[in-house]
């Protein structure tokens, strides 16, 4: 039997989409973790250029949802969220259905999605909801400063004299920490980084996701991330969206709710919009591409067994116009 992905990215931050309708039977856990180990290998081991994770579709049993995405990451552990990578599922899905706003199920919940206009030309766009939101220290797995309940803005000792963080759940784990610009591109995050997700720290037992956030003036921030299970990536849409969240929640000076927010990233831009519902709720709204790089197909088992040379790919020629886009970014800075 042959596979079909679809290699896809949200503002650089990559990852290959497989639909697991095309199968008579879905794939076992088992089998998608090992396929992601397979797929996402860097440096010519992988699937062509490799991956930041699979994003796996299937369908959805609830009323008024169109499917179901679940996200891999590149080292096989399953993550509860992927923003990133919702905005190109929900791309897939909405072009299968003809529908331009609808819901996508997540791991917590069902998220609202909606196409809006293209970034650029041949750089199609959508915004998703981004939800549910917790400070709680046992939703993040987090055991720090004698197990409080909330880290919010504060310093974490054991981590480093200097820096203070916020741990927020969107639902997928962040630890965030506001930086100047010679902190955000020093080793710091990298150290925090690996350290957090090194499967054996006692403050963070699961991972984290870890993000330094630089202010560069009124509503526009840039944000650079450690991912759990992955590393360094161009971006990491639920990072950028908690980092809105603490933007808004800790710098009201230069930010507010429902506006706008501009950030930046080694992968390019996104757009978000931080939101406070009747019920005092936090959610967020992620606006940012949507690309389809290549559809690749290669036999089932071969994928399985890591033997990826009889894979075949045909570009969709939006990486360029993407590519074009971002060019054009720096030229506006
Ligand atoms: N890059 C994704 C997040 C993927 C999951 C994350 N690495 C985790 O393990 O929580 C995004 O765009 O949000």
Redesign the pocket.
Known sequence: MVVKMIKVH?SG?DFYLLDQTQFPEPLSDTELKQLAVNVCKRDGAGLYDGA??VLVVDRSEHPQVLGRMR?I?ADG?E????????RTVARYLGTQNSRDAFQVQTMYADLKVQAVADFANHVPAFSVEISPVSFDAQTLGMHANHNASTIINEKIPALSPDLKFSAVAVP??HLIAFVDHATLVGPELGRIGKWMNDGQNEIFPD?V?VSFVEVLGANSIFVR?F????GF?N???????ASSLMYVLLHQDSTDFNTEIHVTNPGGMVKTVVHQGADEEYWMELIGNATFVRIVTLPLQAALAGELAGASATDTGEQPAYEHFVAGLTTQK
């Open positions: 949200g931050n930041d994770g996200v990451n552990t993550a509860s969220m992927c923003g990133n990578g919702l997928n784990p991972g996701n991330t991912e759990r299970g992955v990536t971006a990491c849409g639920t990072a950028m969206s």
